[in-house]
Each structure stands twice: as C-alpha cells, then as structure tokens.
C-alpha cells in the first residue's frame, strides 16, 4: 500500500512524500516496510536506527529530520491519524486472517466456557474450565490448562485523548500460549495490538487474578504468582520468579533465572539472575541494607 490509497480527508493527513508499506506499528516492532508517528522529536532517532520503516505521519516542523527515502504524511495530531488508520483497518478486516475456530478432539472444554467461533486454535490435552472465556486470536497448544474465569485473548488497555475526547484502540493481534502453560482462575491474558501476538512459553504457570497486557513475551518455566500486573510490551525471559502482587512496567526487560520479590514495583530492567525488591524495585541486597538502615 502507498501513503497515497489513505484516505487523506477520513484520516486527517496530507501526503507530501509518497511511500510503501505494509503494516502498521509502534517503535518497539521492527517489521518490514512499517508505518509509524512521530509526534515528539525524541523519537526522531529511532527512524535511523532502524531502517525497516519506511513511512512516518508526523508534524511539519519536523520534516527536515526525516530520512529522504521515507514517505511523509503531514497530520496536526499524528497519533489520532496513525489509530483512525489503525483502527479502521481492525474492522475492515485488513490485517488478515478469518477461519472456523478448531478445537481438538483430544481437548476438554466445559459446557460453560465460551470459545469465539472464529480465529481460535485448541490442540490436544487442553483443558478450559467452567466459565473461562478464549477470544478471536487465541491459540493454545498442547496441555495448556485454562482456569474458571479465565479470560485469553481481550483488548489491552489502550486508549487515546483527541482534545475532549477519548477514542479506544482496538486490538488487532492474538495470543500465543505454548505446551503445557497454566493460567489459573480469573487471570487475564490481552492480544497484541498489531498484527502479532502476546506470548506465554512452555511450561510458564500464571496465578490467580493476573494481568498479562497486550504484546507481553513471557519466556519458559516461569512462575508468576497470584495478582501480579505486566503491562504492555515487557519482556521476560526464562525461569523468572515473580512474586505475589508485583508490577512490572511497560517495555521493561527481565532476564533469565531473574527474582522479582512480593509487591515489587519494577520500572527498569532486571538483569539475569539479579533479585529485586521494593517500591521502586532496587537490587534486594542494597533493598535490606536501606532497611536495616531506617530501623
């Protein structure tokens, strides 16, 4: 698709460089031919570190800054034109994909679950408990266990202000839950927001009551315990701990065999292998001195 097939009046924009791409997305995606905004010009470097974008809506002032072989839309706000775009292609149907849901014969779903019938995949050994509700996106793969009340696959929350006014993002991505991954009672598991998915990875269990934003990667073998909050697009790697009650941050990055202690709040990243506690989480070791500091 060209800058030039939008529509300029629907979307707000006006085309001043021409451009392909083929997909919409934020910063943290590099895909192919991508179409991003820049609203701020600290986002300004991103455009050359990665070249797989290929055309930007932005703002006038900062056209000079943009790279000669991107396409240019000018937008007064360029975030409300980048998700009308966005979310006009979600209920067009332009990001793809439409077919029967299946579930295996080797699947046990309860009567009082609620599958989408389109664009969900149940594989063998699964079971989906009473209640348990799998949206359009979803796939599970083998022995993944489902809990009553359980909600995989709804939007992320996202949403926007155009002056006085609110507007919803819708979600255009799934949910990847891989063998032998528990979700247990009333935890929530949100899609991606662009055509990829949230993935939770082999043998990951998730406790009762927590919340797995939108385009989160979880890695193997973790254990993330009841009433924990992951907020949109952290990444953690594999046989992480997290405790009871904690945060974890957007985009935050945690690495393998790292331990997030109850009630951490994290808003940096966290080394392989290091501990963290407190509100903001600090390496656990520092955490106690400053505690048997203050007694």
């Known amino acids: 698709m060209q ?62 800054s943009i790279p000669k072989e991107m396409g240019i839309s000018l937008s007064l706000n360029p975030m409300v034109s980048f998700y009308a775009i966005h979310n006009f292609w979600v209920k067009e149907g332009v990001y793809g994909g439409h077919f029967p849901s299946k579930i295996s014969d080797k699947a046990t779903v309860h009567r009082l679950a609620h599958v989408d019938p389109y664009n969900v995949i149940i594989g063998d050994g699964c079971i989906v ?3 348990a509700v799998i949206h359009s996106g979803s796939v599970l793969k083998e022995n993944v266990i489902i809990g009553s009340g359980a909600v995989i696959g709804n939007d992320g929350f996202r949403f926007i202000k155009d002056r006085d006014n609110i507007i919803k993002v819708l979600h255009a991505g799934g949910v990847v839950l891989h063998n032998d991954v528990e979700i247990q009672a009333n ?39 009841d009433h924990t909050m992951i907020a949109g697009g952290a990444e953690i790697g594999d046989d992480v ?4 009650g904690a945060v974890i941050s957007d985009h935050v990055k945690i ?30 070791a520092k955490f106690l001195d400053f505690i048997r500091s203050i007694r």
């Open 3 to 64: 800058l030039s097939d939008l529509d300029s009046e629907q979307f707000k924009i006006k085309v001043v460089r021409d451009g392909k791409f083929l997909s919409l997305g934020s910063f943290n995606l590099k895909n192919p031919y991508q179409l991003v905004f820049i609203d701020s010009e600290k986002f300004l470097p991103n455009l050359k570190k990665y070249p797989t974008y290929s055309c930007v809506i932005t703002k006038e002032e900062f056209i000079p």
């Open 129 to 131: 408990y009473p209640h």
């Open 187 to 225: 935890a929530c598991v949100c899609k991606a927001v662009y055509r990829n998915n949230t993935e939770i990875g082999e043998k990951t269990k998730i406790g009762v009551l927590v919340d797995i934003s939108h385009n989160v990667q979880i890695g193997k073998r973790c254990l993330i315990v």
């Open 241 to 244: 701990w997290i405790g009871t």
């Open 255 to 284: 690495g393998d065999n790292a331990f997030v202690s109850i009630g951490a709040i994290v808003t940096k990243d966290v080394r392989s292998g290091q501990k963290v506690s407190g509100n903001f989480a600090i390496d656990h």
